[in-house]
């Protein structure tokens, strides 16, 4: 019996890299530019330079990071708890990397362009990469997320310097609300891949994040993800055959 075309078909990789760049053109990319020039203006309302705003969009790029780390830099944290306060919100790119690479071909899983690659590893490119990658035959796919991820990075920084020049025009709940529009990107992502696991993670996180907010709102967030995530992660599998 023949296997099934896949969803997402190439003629070569460098067709692969072209169309994920056209994929990351619009919503991805979008919802990150909307970000970052809400972490412009965050930065600019902190009293952080523009050099700050962009060379970290440049150099981190990882969203959550770099508002931690303006906020502590405001403060007047030393550079070690800085450190270690970003070095936290870090840590989910350990999972978010370790379910990407078995994606990958096993003769690219060894290559040492995966050292470069991996910075490009974000919250949206992860979720475009999870739902798409596996409609494609698996010697397209480096070639595909470097298409996603290049397209999605460059845009940060421009996006950041706009935030930074126009914050005086921005009010601050909008600047917040642009901040926010990259999880919720990342959580309508998910609606669309087929795991019912990820699916009822969403849905356990987003009932318990009110409730667990009410009670104890400095841990409401980790509280809702780890309980929310574990649940659908028991769910699943006791409904599996031995």
């Known amino acids: 019996m023949s296997q099934p075309l896949p969803e997402l078909q190439f003629q070569s990789k460098q067709e692969a890299f072209r169309r994920g760049m056209r994929h990351a053109i619009g919503a991805p990319a979008g919802v990150l530019f909307a970000g970052y020039i809400g972490f412009g203006a965050l930065c600019y309302s902190l009293n952080l330079?523009?050099?700050t705003a962009a060379g970290s969009a440049f150099f981190v790029y990882a969203l959550p990071g770099q508002m931690v780390m303006a906020e502590m830099f405001a403060l007047g944290a030393t550079t070690l708890l800085t450190t270690l306060a970003v070095?936290?919100?870090a840590s989910r790119f350990l999972p978010m990397t370790l379910t990407v690479l078995p994606q990958l071909d096993s003769e690219h899983r060894g290559s040492k362009s995966l050292y470069a690659m991996v910075h490009l590893l974000a919250m949206t490119s992860w979720a475009v990469a999870m739902r798409d990658l596996p409609k494609m035959e698996p010697q397209y796919r480096k070639a595909y997320f470097w298409g996603i991820g290049l397209v999605c990075w460059a845009v940060c920084a421009p996006g950041s310097i706009i935030g930074y020049l126009i914050a005086d025009q921005v009010p601050m709940p909008l600047t917040m609300a642009l901040v926010f529009l990259n999880p919720l990107f990342f959580m309508l992502s998910f609606t669309e891949v087929k795991p019912t696991a990820y699916r009822l993670a969403i849905l356990f996180g987003s009932l318990l994040g009110?409730?667990?907010?009410?009670?104890?709102?400095?841990?409401?967030?980790?509280?809702?993800?780890?309980v929310g995530g574990s649940l659908a992660y028991l769910l699943i599998h006791r409904r599996r055959p031995a």
């Not at 409730?211 to 980790?222: G, Q, T």
């Open 49 to 51: 330079s523009i050099w």
């Open 87 to 89: 070095g936290l919100t």
């Open 210 to 226: 009110p409730l667990s907010h009410s009670v104890v709102p400095d841990y409401s967030l980790l509280i809702s993800g780890l």
